[in-house]
């Protein structure tokens, strides 16, 4: 079974800096993989997605991840946060051409962003 | 309309009491699930479907169980609640078809409240 496990429970930053949270997961084979993000009091919004192709990913809001197969790792980075990035962020991932089992997600990282 | 929508979206209720959580979905997939999310240990799989004649246990079944009532509706039951069932419940729905990245998309929640 995949497992996913992501470094930091909390982060805090000043607006303007930037920003990269580290994801690695847990499986022998190839996968797809998922960053979502959960704003305070709502529900869970994918980011970005990773299921071929290039490595380097770019999603929503100047979000992008890579993908780096030897590392097992799939790190979220922005190069400027604002203090509306404010939320919770979760890495996720399946089997590749395996979706059906859903999701395993990380624990989550908090990100809260000072003005 | 929200695609994914799930009732009730608060709900507290007594230890013992037999709860339904509802979850209805115009995206047309075929695949269903329950997702439980605790601070600090992200989202955790409960139960899934495939279609109307297919479920399945995910990580932390016990104490759940589901009905897939019709291809758009995906029920989940606590019979006799507890509090440690005290969490935000998330209904998600992913497509199933050919070319499936296995995305899922989220409903916007149900916090249950256990006292």
């Known amino acids: 079974a995949q497992s996913v496990s992501q470094h930091n429970h909390h982060v805090i930053l000043s607006e303007a800096a930037s920003l990269e949270l580290g994801c690695n997961y847990s499986?022998?084979?190839?996968?797809?993989l998922f960053w979502y993000v959960q704003y305070p009091g709502q529900h869970l919004q994918l980011l970005l997605k990773y299921f071929s192709g290039d490595p380097l990913v770019k999603g929503i809001k100047g979000f992008e991840a890579e993908f780096i197969k030897s590392k097992f790792s799939f790190n979220l980075r922005k190069p400027s946060v604002q203090w509306s990035d404010t939320a919770e962020y979760f890495c996720?991932?399946?089997?590749?051409?395996?979706?059906?089992?859903?999701?395993?997600f990380g624990k989550g990282t908090h990100l809260i962003i000072q003005p | 309309d929200a695609d994914v929508t799930q009732t009730p979206r608060n709900r507290i209720t007594k230890t013992g009491k037999r709860i339904m959580l509802e979850c209805s979905q115009t995206?047309?997939?075929?695949?269903m699930y329950w997702y439980r999310q605790d601070p600090g240990l992200g989202l955790q799989l409960i139960y899934y479907?495939?279609?109307?004649?297919?479920?399945n246990k995910g990580e932390i079944s016990d104490g759940y169980s589901v009905s897939r009532q019709a291809q758009a509706k995906f029920s989940l039951s606590l019979e006799s609640a507890i509090p440690n069932q005290t969490a935000l419940y998330f209904c998600?729905?992913?497509?199933?078809?050919?070319?499936?990245?296995?995305?899922?998309?989220f409903g916007e929640g149900s916090r249950l409240t256990v006292l």
């Open positions: 479907s495939f279609d109307v004649k297919d479920i």
């Open positions: 998600a729905t992913g497509t199933g078809r050919e070319g499936d990245t296995g995305e899922l998309f």
């Open positions: 995206k047309g997939h075929d695949r």
């Open positions: 996720a991932v399946n089997p590749s051409g395996g979706g059906a089992d859903g999701l395993t």
């Open positions: 499986y022998g084979g190839t996968v797809n």
